[in-house]
């Protein structure tokens, strides 16, 4: 299975016995929508839906950080996924979503991940079905793993402002990352972490919200002036849309990524973090 299919495929493949759909989509504080709710309106045939909310990990008071491998693992189970399922994920979210569930499921050990190209929007567009309630599938075994080499810190982007190892992309929109629009939360400055970049993550989709590939792709991410040839660290606020430039990196083949977890949120609240634009 690709990383990236088609409503198309998909639409081909739904009452395969070991494929499950996941319907990841969450939004901003004080968006007024519900994403609960909005599944339970109309979703893909057989979808469950995956709160990353409470799946987030509450060690700290940072939002969106990764759970404990047993808390993902507990949670994933209960939702009926397990190990050699198949695993579509789709959203209906400004934010992109699903890649955030995408990089916590390759994170936790999940072999066969994908992302729907399009999402729900490009689904309902083309008249396919839906529907809605809650899917009830029941429990399957997800094998408890973690793999932190795509996971970074804030000591390692520290130490990183000096070797200077990693180029760092911020998937935050432009004011934000420049200081010239304030942070949603008013409690953090506006600015970035010096010498990163900045790749709002929607440059990366076409208009009618598909993914760009090819030529395509890889002039949004150079057109922020990103050295590609070194490892990528990619940040935003809180670690969601980070997870957008990741999965655009992937399908690029590149494969040296990964992402600051705590990002803005950690990095923007900290006194003693040098900042830029801020």
Not at 55 to 65: D, E
Not at 230 to 235: D, L
Not at 247 to 272: C, H, N, P, R, T
């Amino acid at each position: 299975m690709e990383n990236l299919v088609s409503t198309e495929w998909l639409a081909n493949e739904i009452g395969a016995s070991d494929l499950r759909i996941i319907d990841a989509s969450t939004f901003m504080p004080g968006s007024g929508r519900n994403a609960a709710a909005e599944y339970e309106g109309g979703h893909i045939p057989t979808a469950v839906f995956m709160d990353l909310s409470e799946i987030a990990g509450t060690s700290n008071n940072l939002p969106n950080m990764l759970p404990s491998a047993e808390k993902f693992a507990s949670r994933m189970q209960s939702l009926g996924l397990g190990d050699g399922s198949r695993i579509v994920i789709y959203d209906d979210s400004p934010l992109k979503s699903a890649c955030r569930a995408w990089w916590m499921l390759s994170i936790f050990g999940a072999h066969e991940v994908a992302i729907l190209d399009g999402g729900l929007a490009k689904w309902k567009a083309e008249g396919r079905a839906l529907e809605t309630g809650k899917e009830i599938l029941r429990h399957r075994h997800f094998t408890v793993w973690k793999d932190d080499s795509e996971v970074r810190t804030k000591a390692d982007i520290m130490a990183n402002l000096h070797s200077k190892e990693a180029q760092v992309v911020d998937a935050r929109p432009a004011g934000r990352f420049d200081g010239s629009d304030a942070e949603p939360n008013p409690a953090l400055p506006s600015g970035h972490i010096p010498g990163s970049c900045n790749i709002p993550h929607m440059m990366l989709f076409n208009d009618d919200g598909t993914w760009k590939q090819g030529d395509t792709l890889r002039a949004a991410f150079e057109a922020s002036g990103a050295d590609l040839s070194k490892p990528m660290i990619t940040t935003c606020g809180s670690g969601m849309t980070a997870s957008v430039l990741i999965f655009g990196a992937k399908l690029m083949g590149k494969d040296d990524v990964s992402l600051y977890d705590g990002s803005w949120s950690e990095w923007g609240a900290d006194q003693d973090t040098p900042k830029e634009g801020a």
